[in-house]
């Protein structure tokens, strides 16, 4: 006979193991799989922020990948906690941690537009140390872990769901009643349930590097995150340079490796890097699409990134393990919690605003797809004395770019305009 | 040929999750690919899907397992019993 346990959670990364965590802290049988060996060993790109500040999704708002207040946190230092006050919970957390007070967006000359100015919007926290305490809480609780060990499918049954899983002895069966996908971006279990079906692919894979280094000199304290737009380089992606949470390793990231070295070696931006050394490489590359409109499928409940366009970050995913698992229980216990959750995950991430990709592709028609260095500098240069993304300041001067930069402006609207046809359910 | 992982690789994983074989599993110090299992992705898709996939192009021909493409599809149908190719 399978064992049966009330909650199979696929994918150990920090939606996995809190939605581990809180279940097992509520009583619940709860089995985690991580594919990894090592769950706690993070070799994939992340930024590894957090963010504290609600962040508006409008036009005007200063960040154009936005999130609402539900997954907003707060750091209180004295006891070492993260809260999230929406939702209503509180994590420990012991490991490095810095603010974050200037965000930055350069031109290829060095013009700096400010997105925010000595003006505390998040911190950078270490995720090694994060799922570390996370993956003890759930251990702690009485969860079983099984590393090594991959989700291949779901398949739901009358009163509960069945898990195909694959480790070192091979595959089996198991059964809960019910499980968590929190598989990340190209999940398996989402695949097995049709669930990609009505979604629709955004462009080839997005692939990303990043590089830690030491050594690097630049004039930026550590409590800046600078993206940097050069379309000489890379046409569909700036490069985002920040420090880690030890205060002094820089975190380079963007497309492939060829992009971060002709970085490193620009004749404007060469010199921080003279005596730089790589520390640590990280990738990752997955195939985007839109987000799914509803992340429950009968008795299989997504969570994180799995269910995301590109990402939900770390809060994210933290926050809807939590808001999962205690929809989870209503449903168990008899009433009714899927419907609330639906409608929390709809709200939650900016992502399923119908201003987002719009707002997006209009993002990279400027500063990638169309936009040439010297067009970069020139907006840039407008710009340098205010707050706010290029692309709102833009959308808010397009009179002014047509009257200076005809050319360019029209350059930008043919772009939109393809991009539309390309994709047309986005915009 | 089978596909093979070089150093380059950096664990990323991505390519695991790609492989329509199941052969990319995670190894020491690099993921690594079965040459039993792997086809080229032949008998699936047009071109190999981790070496489409890997950030680093870790993914690369393995010249110690030179296979024709007439190996690579028995090889598919030997791993797929009863099933029919997508792509021949």
Known sequence: MAKKYDLIVVGGGPGGLMAAKTAAEDGLKVLLIERKRNITEINRVCSQVFYIRKLSPSKAGLHGDGYIESVSVEVAFETSRFHFPVPGFSLDYHGPLTPYLNWIQMSPSGHRVYIRKNNLYGFQLSKEAFVTELLASAQKAGAEVWPETIGMGAENTPDGVKVLVRGKQGEQTLEARVAIAADGVSSKIVDSLGLNKKRQVLGPPMTLVSYELEGVETDFPPDTWVDTCIPSINRFMVIFMAWLADGKTTHLVSGKEEVLHKFMEHPNFARWFRHAQVVKKMGHSATTRTPIKEPVEGNVVVVGDAAASVETWIQGAVAMAYMAVKAIEKELSGQRGYPEYIDWWQKAFYMHDPDYFPMIFRFFALANAWADDEEVDYIYSLFQDKEGWPITLINENLELIKERRPEFYERLQKGYEEAKKMFPECL | ?88
């Open chain 2, 1 to 88: 040929m089978a596909y093979k992982i070089t150093d380059e690789c950096v664990k990323c994983g991505s390519c695991e999750l790609e492989c329509p074989n199941q052969a990319i599993s995670e190894g020491d110090a690099t993921y690594v690919i079965d040459p039993d299992k792997c086809t080229q992705c032949v008998g699936y898709f047009e071109s190999p899907k981790c070496a489409e996939i890997c950030p680093v192009d870790a993914c690369v021909p393995d010249p110690d397992h030179e296979e024709s493409r007439e190996q690579l599809l028995e090889k598919w149908l030997r791993l797929h019993p009863g099933e029919t190719t997508t792509v021949t």
